[in-house]
């Protein structure tokens, strides 16, 4: 037993979480996903919405902390408006409600003053594209008649590349990636992550979608990118916010926005891929 506890503490060490609670939130997290799109998709909506205006809060917590100041009030009001007319309204309506909450959002910041107004307006209008904004493509992929299989899809094509790039950084991991942002992050874990992306992609393309699996295999590569991109991203703002998780609420994770980081920039990729297919199929 100890020569385990001493293996799991080694893990916990390397990866900078604890593997256990980790797990077993992922599957919860994976349990809700597929059973409210499967049974009852606007519990799925629902569900996003509630995670995404968590992040919002996190987010928002985090400028707070750092002496930026921002209306939560306003921009959870503004992030409902924007996922609400997303899932009634398509594309319509996530770019109409888009438009007027940072219309809007602008006009409640200068009524503040003039001073900070920059710095405000800007912290305002991030928080509202993200991840608000980009958390409504989730919603354009959920909504459509091929809903179950295109989260899937999503959920395959983040979680083969989130899984692997952590394994294979903590197995194999030498090299850096990005050490001024996310130090434990190599390139090992970043080509680990791509090629079982590229792989889970080219099946989830071609048993749920009816693509072929190069076709797939590319979204996957494009997908471990995007994915990449949102992890460093994120990590880029904790750094800079000098915080080490935006939140608490999910054990071995952190916060909500730390676990949404790599599907909230993934998703429109995977959007623009199934609208191009559909287009030139």
Do not use: Q
């Not at 992030?79 to 398509?90: E, K, M, N, R, Y």
């Not at 459509?144 to 991991?173: H, K, P, Q, R």
């Amino acid at each position: 037993m100890s020569d385990l506890h001493s293996i799991n503490e080694a893990i916990n060490k390397k990866a900078g979480r604890k593997l256990f609670p980790s797990i077993l939130v992922g599957l919860l997290l994976l349990a809700i996903v597929f059973s409210t799109m499967a049974f009852a998709p606007i519990a799925f909506a629902a569900f996003l919405t509630i995670a995404v205006l968590i992040a919002t809060k996190e987010l928002t917590a985090a400028f707070k902390a750092r002496g930026i100041a921002s209306n939560y009030l306003g921009l959870a009001l503004s992030t409902a408006l924007i996922l609400s007319s997303t899932w009634i309204g398509g594309l319509p309506g996530l770019t109409v409600s888009m438009v007027i909450s940072l219309i809007l959002t602008l006009l409640l910041v200068l009524r503040g003053g003039v001073d900070g107004f920059v710095s405000r307006a800007t912290a305002s209008a991030f928080a509202l594209l993200y991840p608000g904004f980009v958390a409504g493509f989730i919603l354009l992929l959920a909504r459509s008649g091929e809903g179950f299989s295109y989260i899937a899809t999503l959920v395959v094509m983040v979680g083969c590349n989130d899984t692997f790039a952590w394994a294979f950084g903590v197995l194999f991991g030498k090299h850096p990636l990005a050490p001024k942002i996310s130090p434990k992050k190599t390139w090992e874990g970043f080509f680990g992550g791509l090629i079982f992306s590229a792989i889970g992609s080219s099946l989830a393309f071609y048993y749920l979608l009816d693509y072929h699996p190069v076709i797939g295999a590319l979204a996957g590569c494009a997908g471990a990118l995007t994915a990449t991109v949102g992890d460093l991203l994120e990590s880029g703002i904790k750094r800079d916010l000098s915080i080490k998780d935006m939140g608490t609420i999910l054990p071995g994770h952190g916060g909500m926005l730390d676990r949404l980081d790599a599907v909230l920039i993934t998703a429109p990729l995977l959007w623009c891929i199934i609208e191009i297919l559909k287009r030139f199929s």
